[in-house]
């Protein structure tokens, strides 16, 4: 039964492989902003350095696509 989810009533319901596209998709994209948006404020915003503001980007990603993972699982 890969690929399908028994609902309470007995039926069964496909939740395949295209909600875990979309899934990773939304979790890859909310990663891309959330650091692209640490990194422009950090660099232009708060004039840190190229070094400084890619470290934040990076934090600020992760930390994101943690968020983005545990509302996807839901």
Known sequence: MTGFQVLANGQENK??????????????????????????????GLSATLESSLLWAIVFGGCAAGLAYSQANR
């Open 15 to 44: 939740a395949g492989r295209g909600a875990a596209m979309k899934a990773w998709r939304t979790i890859a994209l909310h990663t891309v902003v959330a650091a692209g948006f640490m990194f422009l404020l950090q660099r232009y």
